[in-house]
């Protein structure tokens, strides 16, 4: 039956988006993170999200494809007193931009809340259709 | 089977339009699933044209492959019950992607509501032969 795919179409990309969540709240975690186990400032990440095609079935749902770091330059902030501070007095900071990453959960958390819909108007559609003739 | 035909005509619109409609659901399903992913584009049927298309095979049906041999398969003609197409967007994002949720959302409750609406009409149609073979 066609219809089973959508379960599968919708749990794919809920998946995905709590990958993106996953990612986000690290990220939000890490926003003041000076320094990490390489020693550097912790780097802000990012889901590449991809289409992800069935066997055989028209629909398709949505796969991770990879973990990125986000190549964009960090926050230098002036202050001396800081043990990680360097000669002239600078921090280098995460480059987190905790603006664009409450837009992002916010987009991520809708989309999931989009795809439970999806999921629960194709189960009410399904139980109908079994119930035909009753 | 001969005797099953008129009960099997009398199904057969509301099976077709069913499955269309269930094809259609799946495919907003998964333009909804993608309207994050870069580079994705929207697809969706021509509904009514699927449909005549349907059903005008259907009342065609002496066409087939014909089987000059007792081993030839009978093969179907189409895998897939519409031609897939893809939207013209009205506001395309810049990575490539052109779902707009409003347009599939709207789209999607819309063809829940006809297969709704198509269940019922198949439900009445049961209950209507139900009640004529009962008395």
């Known amino acids: 039956m066609s219809m089973l795919n959508i379960f599968e179409i919708a749990s794919s990309a809920m998946t995905a988006q709590s990958q993106r969540l996953n ?14 186990s390489n020693g550097k400032p912790y780097r802000a990440k990012q889901v590449v ?12 749902g949505v796969k991770v494809i990879g973990v ?5 330059p960090g926050r230098q902030v002036y202050d001396p007193k800081h043990p990680l501070a360097d000669a002239q007095g600078y921090v280098a900071m ?12 916010i987009a991520a958390a809708r989309s999931y809340q989009n795809n439970v819909e999806i999921m629960n108007t194709a ?10 003739g009753q | 089977m001969a005797t099953i035909e008129p009960l099997d005509n009398l199904f057969q619109f509301h099976q077709n339009a069913l499955n269309l409609r269930a094809f ?36 065609a049906s002496t066409v087939s492959l014909r089987a000059t041999n007792g081993r030839h398969l ?16 009205q506001q395309p994002s810049i990575d490539g992607n052109t779902v707009e949720m409003d347009v599939e959302r709207s789209r999607f409750a819309e063809n829940a509501l006809h297969y709704d609406a198509n269940l019922t009409f198949l439900n009445s149609q049961i209950k209507l032969m139900l009640a004529a073979l009962q008395g």
């Open chain 1, 23 to 36: 990612v986000v709240s690290s990220n939000l975690a890490n926003a003041d993170s000076v320094t990490s």
């Open chain 1, 49 to 60: 999200f991809s289409e992800l095609a069935f066997g055989g079935a028209t629909g398709s």
């Open chain 1, 68 to 72: 990125i770091e986000d190549s964009s």
């Open chain 1, 94 to 105: 995460p480059n987190v931009s905790v603006v664009d990453e409450m837009v992002n959960m």
């Open chain 1, 123 to 132: 189960k009410t559609l399904m139980l109908k259709t079994l119930a035909l």
């Open chain 2, 24 to 59: 259609r659901q799946q495919l907003l399903a998964s333009n909804i699933a993608n309207a994050d992913t870069p580079g994705y584009k929207a697809r969706d049927i021509d509904f009514a044209a699927a449909l005549r298309d349907i059903t005008a095979s259907r009342t």
């Open chain 2, 74 to 89: 009978g093969g179907s003609t189409r895998d897939e019950p519409a031609a897939v197409l893809y939207r013209s967007p």
